[in-house]
């Protein structure tokens, strides 16, 4: 119940393009859904968050849309560039649980120019 | 401002050797959390700790194990008797309100 289900594993993005990251929880306690962007030998760093009582959020050219009823949430990245290449994770976390975060698996985007 | 602080980064034990790994967090945050990053995987929380307390160990391993924060100076997380399993990305993570996480740049623990 306390995983979070990342799709897809990886995505490949012509430069321009829309890419698109999907997950999807189980724990409708959850309350928090961060999603960080973690370049190979750098630590995780926070892109955008929701919270559910909002359904889209959007920073730039990053957007968040939410859906609380079927309980998953995307990450929407406009105008993919190149250097967007990295991998990007999703989480969840509920303030009950001291906000520990639980992750996806993961998602390896290329942005190919 | 800087960022959360950790080293080293990288360490190599070999088995049965301590490892200790250090976590400096943000400036004007008590709220620290632990994760480990095994490869082509993502993050699994181990251990949340505000200072001098262990608040939720979880996720942590009963045994070799342990965690702490002290009054001051930094988080310490001490691996003993490691073993090539405990090969993975340690990244800890700092907060003012146990909701935004900023991470470290991780310590990579390779044990031959």
């Known amino acids: 119940q306390q995983q979070v289900k990342q799709s897809p594993q990886s995505l490949i993005v012509q430069k321009g393009g829309i890419s698109i990251i999907n997950c999807a929880y189980e724990?409708?306690?959850?309350?928090?859904f961060p999603w960080y962007q973690q370049f190979p030998g750098k630590g995780p760093a926070l892109l955008i968050a929701?919270?559910?009582?909002?359904s889209e959020k959007k920073e730039g050219r990053f957007t968040i849309s939410f859906n609380k009823s079927a309980k998953q949430f995307s990450l929407h990245i406009m105008d993919s560039q190149p250097g967007d290449s990295a991998t990007y994770f999703c989480?969840?976390?509920?303030?009950?649980?001291?906000?520990?975060?639980?992750f996806g698996q993961g998602t390896i985007l290329t942005v190919h120019p | 401002n800087a960022g959360v602080m950790q080293n080293p980064r990288h360490l190599v034990r070999r088995r049965g050797q301590e490892a200790r790994l250090r976590c400096s967090p943000m400036?004007?945050?008590?709220?620290v959390y632990w994760y480990r990053q095994l490869p082509e995987e993502g993050l699994k929380f181990m251990v949340y700790?505000?200072?001098?307390?262990?608040?939720?160990e979880s996720g942590m391993p009963k045994e070799r194990f342990s965690a702490e924060f002290p009054k001051e100076g930094p988080s310490i997380l001490r691996i003993q008797q490691v073993v090539r399993g405990d090969s993975a990305a340690y990244f800890c993570?700092?907060?003012?309100?146990?909701?935004?996480?900023?991470f470290g740049p991780g310590t990579r623990l390779l044990v031959l």
């Open positions: 993570a700092s907060s003012s309100s146990q909701e935004t996480q900023y």
């Open positions: 724990n409708t306690a959850f309350d928090y």
């Open positions: 929701i919270r559910p009582d909002v």
């Open positions: 989480a969840a976390s509920q303030v009950t649980s001291y906000g520990k975060l639980t």
């Open positions: 400036k004007g945050h008590s709220h």
């Open positions: 700790l505000q200072k001098e307390n262990i608040i939720d």
